[in-house]
């Protein structure tokens, strides 16, 4: 970090983001990215435009002063979105988005004309200066049916099918008498709807995949993880199927010991999943995964 940003960042945080000199009087913000080579947190001052078309988001401009290379704060951000912001007193996790075409060009338009040393800036370089959007991860009140939102619901669906199969199964083999041998038809029954279920939820997640990592390459260890954890979960669900087929579905500390493997996964998965993803989703457009 340069000693002029050091000292910016200083100032902001000691005085409730109030700075002097060039900035004074400037709305200005703390963007902390992930850097993508070093994995580092970087702190870089902003000047932003606050957006009231899009709700409550803010909007950050990589001008770098006209450079011809975008900053590094902004390949930061196409590596992995997730970001701190402070502006005044308030400090808030964000995703960070870029703006497209018309979208783009009208915000950076309104920027140059609150303050013409940015139309200065495009001026002085022939790349198109990005706008990014910064999207309050936790202000999602407006985005009801946002993708992250029904991932969570999709997850607590499956969760509940699960325990209710647990119950089930403990049930069934607590009262199961010499006369009633096998699983039970109705228990076998919602096994085999619920293993269904969740291979039609993870193949929709594995299409949907590609396009989330060809828009944020940083995110490919997180969606590598998923792919593999997806695999695995797959196999324990194929192994509780075959069981479920099979003369051993009569012995109850088999059934259930799968049964508890398949759950202890899933949960795992369902929640580095849930961590990684949903703020994401949230604040971006993609088509809902398939969810049985």
């Given amino acids: 970090m340069s000693e002029w940003n050091l000292k910016i960042i200083e100032e902001f945080r000691a005085n409730e983001g109030r700075v002097g000199g060039m900035f004074e009087g400037a709305a200005l913000l703390l963007l902390t990215t992930t850097g993508a080579r070093s994995g580092r947190p970087h702190t870089t001052p902003l000047t932003y435009m606050a957006d009231a078309a899009g709700g409550d988001r803010l ?48 915000a950076y338009t309104r920027q140059s004309e609150l303050v013409p040393a940015y139309a200065e800036y495009q001026r002085q370089t ?8 910064l999207y309050d991860a ?6 009801a049916a946002a993708v992250g ?40 029954a919602h096994c085999l709807t619920v293993c269904d279920a969740l291979g039609e939820h993870h193949t929709g997640e594995d299409s949907v995949f590609p396009r989330l990592q060809g828009m944020f390459p940083g995110l490919s260890p997180v969606l590598e993880k ?3 954890e997806h695999l695995a ?11 479920l087929d099979g003369a051993e579905a009569t012995d109850p500390v088999r059934f259930q010991a799968e049964l508890d493997r398949l759950i202890t996964e899933l949960e795992e998965h369902f929640a580095y999943e849930e961590e990684q993803l949903v703020p994401l989703l949230n604040s971006i457009a ?3 995964p398939a969810a049985g």
Avoid: C, M
Wanted: proline letters at 6%; glycine letters at 4%.
């Fill in 233 to 243: 979960i797959a196999r324990a669900k194929d192994d509780l199927r075959a069981l």
């Fill in 126 to 133: 022939t790349r198109v200066i990005p706008v990014v959007a």
């Fill in 59 to 106: 909007l950050v401009f990589a001008s770098n002063a006209g450079a011809p290379t975008h900053p590094a704060w902004y390949h930061n951000v196409l590596a992995d979105p997730r970001v701190a912001v402070e502006v005044g007193t308030r400090s808030y996790q964000a995703t960070a988005l870029p703006l497209h075409d018309e979208e783009r060009d009208r």
């Fill in 149 to 188: 939102d029904h991932l969570t619901k999709v997850h607590a669906d499956l969760r509940r099918e699960l325990a209710s199969i647990r119950e089930e199964a403990a049930s069934f083999f607590n009262g199961r008498s010499a006369e009633r041998p096998g699983l039970g038809a109705q228990l076998h």
């Fill in 226 to 228: 998923l792919r593999r």
């Fill in 138 to 143: 936790a202000h999602r009140a407006d985005r």
């Fill in 286 to 288: 993609l088509p809902h």
